[in-house]
């Protein structure tokens, strides 16, 4: 199995790639968790990523990472995500608590000591991958590549050109996405694609306990969804798992990109050079369509497994 980290910040989809990743223990091999402030401060989503892990019995190390961005002030998604940061269903307590070590310090040691190459699989702002890269750049080579959710090349959610999790730290994936490593980008191109309807979600509540708490999820979070005008909810998160599982559900296009951290209008946008004749080789791998049913067949399925079914 591919060795790999999720960097999050639970987070109703965060919460779901997470699931997604622990029913494929024979494909994908979860090392570790760190989280970083993004869809609320810190010490929740901490929390809540320890609640999903210990409903689902997986004792699969948490480290803490930034509280904050590099520069300036932490701007949560709680509009979206409520006051828990994973607002909706009552999930009893952590079993499980963090790591002693931070973020970096974890991820440091999980690289180092790895015989394989560790894939990263960031769903949240880019701050710990970031100050992991600068501090230690000697370990850009032991990592294999980066599945991230985050950007678009044609439009943002925050703003109309800047996805959430850039936005809140446009220097972190500035350093990110020009660091040479190889990207693949879920951004909102393809994860605005990859939207489960009320009809679907009504399904999962039908099923075992993972499934249904998975279901709960989504009603709350459809809400805001509804609110934002789109019909469906996007499962962000979940496509940069199920990349790595199945690549072949995922339409892509190779293309030069880096991260505006300036603009007036623009801060936080993902820039794609779609000229024919682009000023740098590609370096990112932008998802731009995915194979929406065979998707959800594989989010049914993977709860289905943590089910027992
Ligand atoms: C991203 O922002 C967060 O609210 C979600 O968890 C996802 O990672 C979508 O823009
Ligand atoms: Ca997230």
Redesign the pocket.
């Given at each position: 199995p591919t060795p790999i980290i999720i960097d999050?910040?639970p987070?109703h989809?965060?919460a779901i790639a997470i699931l997604l990743a622990l029913a494929h223990p024979e494909q994908l091999d979860l090392r570790g968790i760190t989280t970083v402030g993004?869809?609320q401060i810190l010490d929740k989503i901490t929390d809540n990523a320890l609640k999903v892990l210990s409903f689902v019995n997986a004792d699969i190390p948490v480290a803490k990472g930034a509280e904050g961005p590099l520069f300036g002030k932490l701007v949560t998604g709680a509009e979206a995500h409520g006051e828990s940061g994973m607002d909706g269903p009552l999930l009893p307590a952590s079993k499980f608590r963090p790591v002693q070590q931070g973020a970096v310090e974890f991820m440091l040691d999980i690289i180092r000591s790895s015989e394989e190459k560790i894939t990263l699989v960031p769903?949240?702002p880019l701050t710990n991958i970031a100050l992991l890269i600068t501090a230690y750049p000697e370990i850009k080579e032991r990592i294999e590549q980066i599945s991230l959710?985050g950007g678009g090349i044609a439009y943002g959610n925050v703003t109309s050109t800047a996805e959430f999790?850039i936005y809140v730290d446009p220097e972190a994936a500035r350093i990110v996405f020009e660091s040479g490593i190889p990207i693949t980008m879920s951004g909102l191109d393809v994860t605005n694609r990859a939207a489960i309807y009320d009809e679907e979600i009504a399904q999962l509540k039908e099923r075992g306990p993972v499934s249904n708490m998975v279901g709960e999820l989504l009603d709350f979070y459809s809400i805001y969804g509804k609110k934002m005008g789109y019909s469906g909810s996007a499962l962000h998160?979940p496509c940069a798992v199920a990349w790595l599982l199945h690549p072949e559900l995922f339409q892509s296009r190779e293309l030069y990109v880096t991260v505006e951290t300036e603009g007036k209008l623009t801060r936080g946008m993902t820039v794609a050079d779609q000229r024919t004749n682009p000023a740098a080789p590609a370096n990112v791998k932008v998802l731009v369509d995915v194979d929406r049913e065979a998707f959800l067949r594989l989010i049914f399925d993977a709860l289905a497994k943590l089910d027992g079914e």
């Amino acid at each position: 199995p591919t060795p790999i980290i999720i960097d999050c910040d639970p987070g109703h989809d965060d919460a779901i790639a997470i699931l997604l990743a622990l029913a494929h223990p024979e494909q994908l091999d979860l090392r570790g968790i760190t989280t970083v402030g993004g869809n609320q401060i810190l010490d929740k989503i901490t929390d809540n990523a320890l609640k999903v892990l210990s409903f689902v019995n997986a004792d699969i190390p948490v480290a803490k990472g930034a509280e904050g961005p590099l520069f300036g002030k932490l701007v949560t998604g709680a509009e979206a995500h409520g006051e828990s940061g994973m607002d909706g269903p009552l999930l009893p307590a952590s079993k499980f608590r963090p790591v002693q070590q931070g973020a970096v310090e974890f991820m440091l040691d999980i690289i180092r000591s790895s015989e394989e190459k560790i894939t990263l699989v960031p769903m949240a702002p880019l701050t710990n991958i970031a100050l992991l890269i600068t501090a230690y750049p000697e370990i850009k080579e032991r990592i294999e590549q980066i599945s991230l959710m985050g950007g678009g090349i044609a439009y943002g959610n925050v703003t109309s050109t800047a996805e959430f999790n850039i936005y809140v730290d446009p220097e972190a994936a500035r350093i990110v996405f020009e660091s040479g490593i190889p990207i693949t980008m879920s951004g909102l191109d393809v994860t605005n694609r990859a939207a489960i309807y009320d009809e679907e979600i009504a399904q999962l509540k039908e099923r075992g306990p993972v499934s249904n708490m998975v279901g709960e999820l989504l009603d709350f979070y459809s809400i805001y969804g509804k609110k934002m005008g789109y019909s469906g909810s996007a499962l962000h998160d979940p496509c940069a798992v199920a990349w790595l599982l199945h690549p072949e559900l995922f339409q892509s296009r190779e293309l030069y990109v880096t991260v505006e951290t300036e603009g007036k209008l623009t801060r936080g946008m993902t820039v794609a050079d779609q000229r024919t004749n682009p000023a740098a080789p590609a370096n990112v791998k932008v998802l731009v369509d995915v194979d929406r049913e065979a998707f959800l067949r594989l989010i049914f399925d993977a709860l289905a497994k943590l089910d027992g079914e």
